[in-house]
Nanobody, 125 residues
Framework: VQLQASGGGLVQAGGSLRLSCTAS????????MGWFRQAPGEEREFIAA????????RYGDSVKGRFTISRDNTKKTVYLQMNRLKPEDTAVYYC???????????????????WGQGTQLTVSS
């Protein structure tokens, strides 16, 4: 599956932004998807994940209560709504997809086999 992420940009602390990630190359939606981020010099960090039909989600501790993941299978798109942004949220954000048939949401980088190109989010103080 090919993933195209978009929606990053520059936003002030306390603001909101929504990222989108559109998948192509698979006819079915039978796979979990997730968002991760990576700041310079740091490891890739789990942000949020959603199962195949959107009924189950999970979040990293650093974004719980501020970010919301959702998916629209009719558009083959997963979203990350980010509210109350902080400067420490600044990073490159990556969307990822699990292999077909792996329908659950997952917080583990190694359980995703397709990655988007990343979109930069910068939060100014």
């Amino acid at each position: 599956v090919q993933l195209q992420a978009s929606g990053g940009g520059l936003v002030q602390a306390g603001g909101s932004l929504r990222l989108s990630c559109t998948a192509s190359g698979r006819t079915r939606n039978n796979y979990g998807m997730g968002w991760f981020r990576q700041a310079p010099g740091e490891e890739r960090e789990f942000i949020a994940a959603v199962n195949w039909n959107g009924a189950s989600t999970r979040y990293g501790d650093s974004v719980k209560g501020r970010f919301t993941i959702s998916r629209d299978n009719t558009k083959k798109t997963v979203y990350l709504q980010m509210n109350r942004l902080k400067p420490e949220d600044t990073a490159v954000y990556y969307c990822a997809a699990r292999r077909a048939g792996y329908i659950l949401d997952s917080a583990f980088v190694d359980e995703y086999d397709s990655w988007g190109q990343g979109t930069q989010l910068t939060v100014s103080s």
